[in-house]
């Protein structure tokens, strides 16, 4: 059984982007889509040959490179939601049955920790101490 995808001849298909701009700037605008193709399965051999037909010819390390930096400054700057696909819905975690008979005031006691109604991990108390106070036992 071969993989439709590992065929000599066939690459993803990516959207032109304009040829006056900077290999970065053509990759940061096709950084969607070269993820989708990654997360559908395309290698990055094959990721490449499709940014040639469309004019874009760079290296696998410049490749690799340049998602990394883009991968960073999404992070550090997150796009606002309305320009990206919806996040799916997070789930708050259900306790078991005893333990949700156990709750301290809206909060669900475990082995690691509390987590609240929200469904979040509260932090757990840690020791602190006056590091102004003299602790010499020979006094």
């Known amino acids: 059984m071969t993989n439709s995808k ?53 290296s696998m390390n410049t490749l690799k490179d340049a998602l990394k930096r883009i991968r960073a400054e999404r992070r550090a700057h997150p796009v606002p939601q309305e320009q990206t696909q919806p996040a799916p819905k ?18 669900v006691a475990t082995s690691g920790g509390k987590i609240s109604n929200s469904g979040y991990r509260e932090a757990v108390q840690t020791f602190t101490r006056d590091v102004n106070k003299r602790t010499n036992l020979d006094e």
């Open 6 to 58: 590992e065929k000599g001849g066939e690459f993803p298909k990516f959207t032109e982007t304009a040829a006056g701009r900077t290999k970065t700037g053509r990759l940061r605008d096709l950084f969607d889509e070269i993820e989708q193709a990654k997360l559908a399965g395309w290698r990055y051999e094959k990721i490449l040959m499709g940014l040639e037909a469309q004019g874009l010819a760079v």
């Open 90 to 107: 997070k789930e708050s975690v259900q306790a078991s049955g005893e333990t949700a008979d156990k709750s301290v005031s809206g909060s």
